[in-house]
């Protein structure tokens, strides 16, 4: 996990070298939210998956880079005064906070575009399929029908009453649909037809699963100092989660079993997927 | 002009049939910003260079409409009350006025993800390689070193006193860059080698520039409802623009020396690039 972070950050170092010249606010603002921080666990997929197949490590990193911009910028823009009005995350002020609103706009911005012009980048991979088909998975992703549209929900569960099923969709496309694009990129990467990734798909959508509902215990029961940003925020908010929905004690048990049940959808693969299952099970232990 | 900008609202509308559950703001925040107004300059400018080359029409539209998609995000967000606090645009509320801050912030960012799908889509294109390459390209023209880092630039202008040579390099970055990918896709889509492409990008930079001086004339000289938006900005700004540094009389001969050059660019296609000639024309006598 440090190894994938440190080179994420060494990446990112490289492509966000500060101009001399009125831009450099904006790259340093970029800078501030990509670099140090986090647990990097989108990358993490990533390589992990695209090890399955023999991805060369460098395309794999290359594409962990894109998928963990385009987090980032989802971070930026979803801690916005407009937004959550978040200052912390990952220990640090927020980008709006250290560098201004207008400038946080601009970083998540330019962030979403990296991570396009990085996927689509020949020297991520030489196959232009690969390219196309991986800027094509993270576009949906991060869309109307993904992350966009799952953000646009829970900005509404503020002032609508979700059931289970609501808010599980409402996860799905909010944190869902991005890490299950990172395993997806990863089998991608490997050339795996769709037709040989319906394992790791099951994956990663119970993967996805299991951590929402660890994060929502975590706003509960966690640390705020250790998870590095505002915690009890759901309460506060006053939103269905699937902690209000289940109660602590069934929410623990079903993000036990979903992350069983991730593993499972593994079986077909043998110690090369020793990573993943690792993953999976550490996605319900983080930051306690 | 009319018949591609009615084409482009088609597509916009069947690719933002709003859904029936919470996203359903959205989907209706991206359509009020997407449809139904603006000159559709850019995705005039991806048809008529597709057409040298007898690009499929139904590819051109679709490049068309993705790259005019990323030109409206970055309305939606330049708009916002923490960058240019604009309340009208084409002649409508701007998009945080009628939805709200946080809906226009994530229509933005929606639009922004809907591009990249659009191109990398395989009914745009049936090969990969034209695909990425002009993902790539409009990923660059969007990122910090192009209209983002324009963008940046624009923001420390009020601030700053930048020379002619800066606010030349604020333009290229801002506007330029993406009228400049709009050709770039053009050509692209046509399968035209980069070696075969210096007159249309000799053109595209020139028009860039043109239709940023005839933009700056608009702001002071302009009919506010005919433009659609408030006008005399940049002097409440304090910026300098291409009018301050050159003056009024300077900087229309100078709109029209760059369009006679742009034109020039030109020389070496026949009557098939009439259209993009007259475009050039139009940049410096729209919405006098």
Known sequence: ?????????AQFDLLLAVPDDPRAALFNAMRHAAIGGGKRLRPLLVTATSKLFNVEENSALKAATALEALHVYSLVHDDLPCMDDDDLRRGKPTTHVA?????????????????????????THPDPFVRAEMVSCLAKAAGPSGMAGGQMMDLAAETSTFDLSTV?????????????ACV???????????????????YAHDLGLAFQIADDILDVEGDAELA?????????????????????GRAKEQANMLVDQAK???????????????????????DR
Request: hydrophobic share 45%.
């Open 1 to 9: 996990m440090r190894r994938v972070a440190d080179a994420v950050d």
């Open 99 to 123: 560098f201004g609103e207008a400038e946080a706009v601009l970083a998540g911005d330019a962030l979403h575009a990296l991570a396009f012009d990085l996927l689509a980048d020949e020297h």
């Open 168 to 180: 599980t969709r409402l996860q799905q496309l909010k944190t869902g649909a991005l890490i299950a």
């Open 184 to 202: 997806e990129v990863g089998a991608i990467l490997g050339r795996v037809p769709i037709e040989g990734r319906t394992g790791l798909r099951g």
């Open 228 to 248: 590095g940003k505002a915690l009890h925020k759901d309460e506060k908010a006053g939103k269905q989660t699937f902690l209000t929905l289940m109660g602590l």
């Open 264 to 286: 499972s959808h593994l079986n077909g693969y043998g110690e090369e997927a020793n990573l993943l299952r690792a993953i999976a099970e550490y996605t319900v232990e983080r």
